[in-house]
């Protein structure tokens, strides 16, 4: 009896000890695989990208989304140029100049993605109204102030822009659209890991 009362014992142990295994396996097994083509260096980045993916109210329709890319482009553009004229670190100045040439880039891109697109998409010449009013704001500082509102500023615009693509790549209504917005996201993503270095520097 005592003999059996112990392989007993052992059968439920065994069995408590792959009960434990099975949840480690089930976990990787359904990890996932978002992103995977432009996943950045930086884990935070890359959680980042993946838990904004399909926000509430991102723009599945062309017109809305293309706007807001447009804009968003725009202002990284108009703060780049101030990042070059006002930054006071090195860093600052460079990674303004690097927002001028890939959101020029970007934004040219999106308009060749566009051009058979019919009835036609027209385009914002202005960021909205939210985000000028940052780059006023960045306009009256200097110095340190305006590196670290300049960093604060690109954090939260990549963030949003990145959610918005995220989105868009899920739901998106234009498939010419859809391909840009995938191309997109490493420019994005590469940004964020830099800015995420500056804003720990």
């Known amino acids: 009896m005592i003999r059996t009362a112990t392989l007993a014992s052992v059968a439920a142990l065994s069995l408590a000890a792959a009960a434990c295994?099975?949840?480690t396996t089930t976990v990787t097994q359904n990890q996932p695989q978002a992103a995977e083509l432009n996943s950045p260096d930086d884990p935070a980045i890359a959680n980042l990208g993946a838990n904004a993916a399909a926000p509430a109210g991102v723009p599945t329709a062309a017109p809305q989304f293309a706007?807001?890319?447009?804009?968003?482009?725009?202002?990284?553009?108009?703060?780049?140029?101030?990042?070059?004229?006002?930054?006071?670190?090195?860093?600052?100045?460079?990674?303004?100049?690097?927002?001028?040439?890939e959101h020029t880039k970007s934004s040219n891109e999106m308009k060749a993605a566009l051009a058979n697109v019919r009835p036609p998409i027209p385009l914002p010449s202005a960021p909205p109204a939210e985000l000028q009013a940052k780059l006023q704001a960045l306009q009256g500082l200097s110095g340190e102030a305006f590196d670290r509102q300049f960093i604060v500023d690109q954090i939260a615009s990549h963030q949003q822009t990145l959610a918005a693509v995220n989105g868009y790549i899920a739901s998106g209504d234009n498939p010419a659209l859809r391909d840009w917005a995938r191309k997109t996201t490493g420019v994005i993503q590469k940004h964020l890991q830099q800015l995420n270095r500056m804003s720990q520097a």
């Open 21 to 23: 295994k099975e949840p």
């Open 67 to 101: 706007a807001l890319a447009a804009g968003s482009d725009l202002f990284e553009i108009a703060s780049g140029r101030l990042a070059q004229e006002k930054g006071s670190s090195t860093g600052v100045r460079n990674f303004g100049e690097q927002l001028v040439e």
